[in-house]
């Protein structure tokens, strides 16, 4: 079982930039590919990004590419997700996932386990 709980939400401006940190535990952190997913307010779950397990690849959906970096760091066992310039539409709840699967892969049923979430709100 790995235990995941994000950290670094709120209520920020437009335009502000913002960093999120997600923290597995009860398993080998760097044997997990780790995404974050984010569903805003009545929408669906949806990809943001992935990184492989030693970091060395990213992956992003096409409208994140630009002002979103996500990044790991396996010694500390914690995955980030930085959000540049944000925007009222970023907001949704920023969940964080650990996947088995070497390959990338932005569908929610290949994700193992999940944190609960981590709100973010933009103000105009």
């Known amino acids: 079982q790995v235990e995941v709980v994000e950290s670094g939400g709120g209520l920020v401006q437009a335009g502000d930039s913002l960093t999120l940190s997600c923290a597995p535990s009860?398993?080998?952190?760097?044997?997990?590919?780790m995404a974050w997913f984010r569903q805003p307010p009545g929408k669906a779950r949806e990809f943001v990004a992935s990184i492989s397990r030693n970091g060395g690849s990213t992956y992003y959906a096409d409208p994140m590419k630009g002002r979103f970096t996500i990044s790991r760091d396996n010694a500390k066992d914690t995955v980030y997700l930085q959000i540049e310039s944000l925007q009222p539409e970023d907001t949704a709840v920023y969940s964080c996932?650990?996947?088995?699967?070497?390959?990338?892969?932005?569908?929610?049923?290949?994700?193992?386990?999940w944190g609960q979430g981590t709100q973010v709100t933009v103000s105009s």
């Open positions: 009860g398993r080998t952190f760097n044997n997990y590919r």
């Open positions: 996932a650990a996947s088995s699967r070497v390959v990338p892969t932005t569908s929610l049923g290949t994700y193992d386990f």
